[in-house]
Each structure stands twice: as C-alpha cells, then as structure tokens.
C-alpha cells in the first residue's frame, strides 16, 4: 500500500519559487562583490615646499674680441747709387757708302680659272624632238612586237595606258626611265622594261647640236 504525501507536505509546488529566490541572492552577492571598495590605511605625507638647489643664471655680457694688430710694414732699404759716369765715344758715320741694288720683278704668270664642266642642261621641248628609228610608225611596230601582256594583269583583267619618262641622250641612247602613272598588275614594269630595250633614237637639237630631251609617252595595253 502505497503511502500518499499531503498537499502542504508537497515542496515540488514550490521549486520554482526556491529558484527565483536563489538567482535573486546569488546577482545580489555578484553586485555587492563588483561594488565594495576598499581602502589602504596609512598616513598622509606632507611634502612641503621643494628647496631648489639649481644656481640663478648669470647673464653673461658678450665680449668682443679686438682685431689683431696689422703686421709690421717693413721698410726698404735705400743703397746709394755713385753717380753713373758718362762714356763718350766718337761715332764716325760714312754717309757716303754706296749702296748698289739691282731689283728684280718677276713677270707674273696668271693661270687660267679652270673651266667648270657643267652638266648637259636636260630639255623638255627643243626645235627639233628626238625621234625613233621609222618615226611614230616605227615605234608602234617595235612595241606590238616586244611588248608582252603581263600574265597577273591578264588574270586580273586590267587594262588603260601607262605613261612612261625617260631621257633621249645626245647619242640617242635612253636612260632615267619611270613611269608618270601607271595601272598596276606588272604593266608598269613591262613598259619600263620595253623602253630600256630600245634601239636609239634620233637625238633632239637645239639651234642644230644634239641637247638631251626629256620625253613623255603613252604605252597602252588593251585585253584583246
């Protein structure tokens, strides 16, 4: 038979109570260790006035140091001299000396400036212009047989006129080929190249000597 507690005997009612009680004392305990002050017994030292011991300082007046004396001059010594004594010596002078003087001029020889080669002067138009051998007629000929359509431009399908320059030499003899405008694809070059290969010209005149001229012609290539 199991032995029942009375309700007032029951402290399990009260549990929580008892622990609200204990964390009110144990955070004031906490508190009043945080806020005791404590306090060293002793006396209090009266120090008094401190005695200095430290001089006064003395003002000091600058002193100013005189400049040293300048050094002794010393005097030269004055030797005397006795008096120069005066040599006379008789001085025969023979004004009648004959002096023979034969003055020889050479002539003078002036050289003669030696003469400036100048460059034949290159002309653009003379009397009489250069020409090529069988005139225009000729030149055409020599063109539509050494002229070759460059194989690039062909495939490229270019085609105009090239200008070409060049200088027709007193001998007939062509030089300082290049080209004015050109159209590209290697027809520029074979315009040069055909010009080079000339056979040579008749030379261009003025007032009836051969001059060199400076020529300008077309050259023009035309897919067939």
Excluded: H
């Amino acid at each position: 038979m199991e032995a029942k507690k009375t309700p007032k005997a029951d402290l399990s009612k009260k549990s929580g109570m008892f622990l609200n009680l204990g964390l009110l004392v144990s955070v004031g305990l906490t508190l009043f260790a945080f806020e005791y002050k404590t306090y060293e017994s002793g006396e209090l030292m009266d120090l008094g006035t401190v005695e200095d011991d430290f001089e006064e300082l003395l003002d000091i007046p600058i002193t100013e140091q005189p400049p040293p004396p300048p050094p002794p001059v010393e005097q030269p010594i004055i030797e005397e001299i006795p008096d120069e004594v005066e040599i006379e010596e008789k001085i025969e002078v023979n004004f009648d000396v004959e002096v023979q003087e034969e003055t020889v001029i050479k002539e003078v020889v002036i050289a003669d400036a030696p003469v400036e080669e100048k460059a034949e002067e290159i002309f653009d138009v003379v009397e009489t212009m250069p020409t090529p051998p069988g005139g225009m007629e000729g030149w055409n000929k020599y063109l539509s047989k050494n002229l070759k359509y460059p194989t690039q431009a062909r495939r490229m399908g270019i085609e105009g006129t090239v200008y070409v320059v060049f200088v027709v030499n007193t001998d007939g003899s062509i030089q300082d080929v290049g080209i004015l405008r050109g159209i590209g694809g290697g027809c520029d070059e074979e315009a040069m190249r055909v010009v080079r290969n000339a056979p040579k010209w008749e030379p261009g005149k003025q007032r009836g000597r051969p001059v060199r001229v400076k020529m300008r012609l077309p050259i023009r290539f035309k897919l067939s």
